[in-house]
């Protein structure tokens, strides 16, 4: 299938292109305070949309993803920025942009058709209305009557789709920043 290298190789190509973005990395304790404020924006869309996803039940269409159909990826993009900003160095903004821009694109498109294939008609109205990353200034039409429109946001939701795991990783990776700071300061690497 188009795109099944995507599922197997994002992860995969994220630990060396981690270690990667560290190593380029010339983090300062502002670059890092500011870079961790962002990477909070996208904790917070990404908890919001897992809240309201519910994966192979229905479409979700409602809170952020009224607004963008892919609420997760958007979230994860304001992630990646907040660690561009942290590392405080063009070289490892550009490891993090090509990564993004390497598998993100791919992975829409692939989940898109996976979407088409299970909800025809009903995903094809619903794609007609909300934008596919960059979200829409306003909501769309009645989000009510589309198959999950009345659902809300649901910490049960959130528990189960696991989101919990991008927050811990998000605060590991912070203080890995800050050591790598530390490790400036102190060592000059």
């Given at each position: 299938m ?36 962002i990477s909070a924006?996208?904790?917070v869309?990404?908890?919001a949309?897992a ?17 963008t159909?892919?609420?997760l ?6 992630l990646?920025?907040?660690?561009a ?32 294939a299970r909800?025809g ?10 934008p ?10 009645n989000?009510?009557?589309?198959p ?25 990776a ?6 790598r ?9």
């Open positions: 188009a795109g099944s290298w995507v599922t197997r190789w994002r992860v995969r190509a994220g630990y060396p292109l981690a270690v990667l973005y560290f190593v380029l990395a010339t983090p300062t304790l502002r670059a890092t305070g500011v870079g961790a404020v924006i996208g904790l869309i990404r908890g949309a809240g309201h996803l519910r994966k192979l039940e229905s479409l979700t269409t409602t809170g952020p993803y009224a607004l159909r892919n609420p990826y958007l979230g994860s993009a304001f990646a920025a907040g660690f900003v942290a590392g405080a160095s063009i070289w490892s903004a550009l490891v993090l942009a090509a990564y993004f821009f390497a598998f993100y694109p791919a992975v829409m498109k692939k989940e898109e058709a996976e979407l088409r909800y008609p009903v995903f094809d109205e619903y794609a007609k209305r909300v596919l990353f960059f979200p829409a200034t306003r909501r769309h039409g989000s009510s009557s589309m999950n429109g009345g659902a809300q946001f649901s910490w049960e939701q959130y528990w189960r789709n696991r989101e919990y795991q991008a927050a811990i990783g998000t605060l590991g912070l203080a890995l920043v800050w050591l700071m530390l490790a400036r300061k102190r060592l000059g690497w």
